[in-house]
């Protein structure tokens, strides 16, 4: 990887190091993580609940797709999450080894046994839809290349999603669209869509009484779930992997499915609730639910989750303005240096936010040895807020008139004295707007963190599309917008005063 510039790093270092929780501490407590889906989040709180009854301080982290809980696995981030078998082989390991154990074994990595069902991959259609057609198998697609697919974008990408399917199948189909899962299962009731992938427990198959399509030329692997966790937390914390194991053959796949429908259906029940319930009933166990952010009221969570935007938003712009202004300057007193830095910083405004915020993983676990969590968050956001405070720095210190300038020369001031006491006065409000846009740009682009367990706003906004729970949604969205206005409107009073005393 190549290295960012010194002065770049020591000002990210420096800056998340402000933030509680990302510099390194002592004895981290152990961390599940699960992937954005009612499932994944489901069996992650059983783990954390598991570990707490095994004596350990345990939380849940709620990170993206496989992708990144592999990295934050194999990285130190997280301790466990569950995965399944499927995935493990053509997605992570691209192999098929006689014995996956071992393979695992050799990136510092332990795989349990089964838990007792499976979560496959197949395609999915509306009966009538399906019956209309005539289509009850994968191979009866290839009859109709009119037929419009849904699928997430992690199965658009991935060899045992639709490139695989495509390619095993011949299929003809090409209106083909990335979607959130839950939002696809709408978009096919509604028949925006008429195809889309399902996971084989999911509780909207019989919610919206679907037709599953027949793997008739056995395609996809048999995915049985199975907890992936650190060799070191045997050592760490023993008892905790104990806890873990007891899950075992112990969740059949009737039981996962009626979990899921519990969260996803009419009830739309916490997933935290969910999972402490069956414990209970199936282990005895009763080690408590993963606390909700704040004290439980809607009050409480959204003061929860303003303060952790908060701590995402102000140490990236603080960074930014402290990198970017100096950067202006430069950009104004050398101009072949300028456009290099205007370039620079125009491309990384546009790479796309969540690429972004995923290369910093790997970044930022070098720098601070944070790889998931609020420090790549504060990073990305960092870099995404340079452009507008540079290029406004250098617009304003550029359309100074050169008399000005030359009059203060003429005066003997040095040209330290004649930027301080001149020229930046004097381009302070053009100034000011940059940091106003990044302001706002970074409340927004917050909530992507979210996906890797950073907090804020985004925490709320993407449970609440997994589920399909506007509320939940809102309760994210509308504090984003408020947060967004109230910024807006700080910095408005500010250049106004600003401009006044000028």
């Not at 009854?53 to 345990?58: P, S």
């Not at 037709?211 to 045997?234: G, I, K, M, Q, S």
Request: proline content about 7%.
């Amino acid at each position: 990887m190549r290295r960012l510039p010194a002065f770049v790093c020591a000002a990210l270092a420096a800056t998340v190091a402000l933030v509680p929780g990302c510099s390194p501490a002592g004895q981290k407590p152990v961390l599940i993580g699960s992937k954005k889906f009612t499932e994944s989040v489901i069996l992650a709180e059983m783990g954390t609940q598991l570990a707490r009854a095994g004596g350990a301080e345990a939380r849940r982290d709620d990170l993206g797709g496989t992708p990144a809980l592999w990295l934050a696995l194999t990285q130190g981030d997280i301790d466990a999450y569950p995965e399944y078998t499927g995935t493990i082989t053509r997605q992570i390991l691209k192999d098929d080894p006689p014995d996956l154990a071992a393979a695992l074994a050799a990136q510092g990595v332990r795989i349990s046994k089964p838990l007792g069902f499976r979560n496959n991959y197949a395609l999915g259609m509306r009966k009538d839809v399906a019956a209309a057609k005539g289509v009850r198998s994968i191979s009866h697609l290839r009859q109709h290349p009119e037929l419009r697919c849904g699928f997430i974008h992690e199965f658009l990408d991935r060899p045992d999603g639709w490139p695989g399917v495509k390619r095993h199948y011949d299929l003809p189909q090409t209106d083909v669209r990335g979607m959130n899962h839950t939002l696809a299962y709408r978009a096919l009731v509604e028949r925006a869509i008429d195809v889309t992938e399902v996971y084989t427990t999911d509780g909207e198959i019989a919610q919206y009484d679907l037709l599953v399509l027949d793997d008739d030329r056995n395609f996809f692997p048999a995915y049985e779930a199975v907890w992936l966790y650190r060799a070191d937390l045997e050592s760490r914390h023993p008892k905790a992997v104990e806890q873990l194991r007891r899950l075992e053959g112990r969740v059949t796949e009737p039981q996962m499915q009626r979990m899921n429908s519990l969260a996803q259906g009419e009830q739309k029940k916490d997933e935290r609730e969910v999972a402490g319930e069956f414990l209970t009933q199936t282990l005895g166990v009763t080690a408590g639910a993963t606390a909700e952010p704040g004290d439980g009221t809607l009050a409480g969570r959204v003061l929860e989750t303003t303060r952790e935007h908060l701590k995402l938003v102000l140490p990236s712009l603080l960074a930014a303005v402290l990198v970017a202004v100096p950067l202006g300057v430069l950009a104004a007193r050398r101009p072949a240096l300028g456009r290099v830095a205007l370039g620079a910083t125009g491309v990384l405004q546009t790479v796309p936010s969540l690429a972004l915020l995923l290369f910093m993983i790997p970044v930022m676990k070098w720098l601070v040895d944070e790889g998931t969590g609020p420090a790549p968050a504060i990073a990305a956001l960092f870099l995404y807020s340079l452009l507008p405070i540079v290029r406004n720095a250098h617009a304003g210190l550029t359309s100074i008139p050169a008399p000005l300038r030359e009059s203060a020369a003429a005066l003997g001031l040095s040209p330290w004295a004649i930027l301080w006491r001149i020229e930046l006065p004097l381009a302070a409000p053009t100034i000011l707007a940059g940091v106003r846009t990044a302001a706002v740009i970074n409340v927004g682009t917050a909530t992507l963190g979210g996906f890797i367990g950073a907090g804020g706003y985004g925490r709320p906004i993407l449970r609440g599309i997994d589920k399909f729970d506007v509320p939940l949604m809102l309760e994210g969205a509308i504090p984003a917008a408020v947060l967004a206005l109230a910024i807006e409107g700080l910095f408005g009073l500010v250049e106004r005063a600003v401009a006044r005393r000028g």
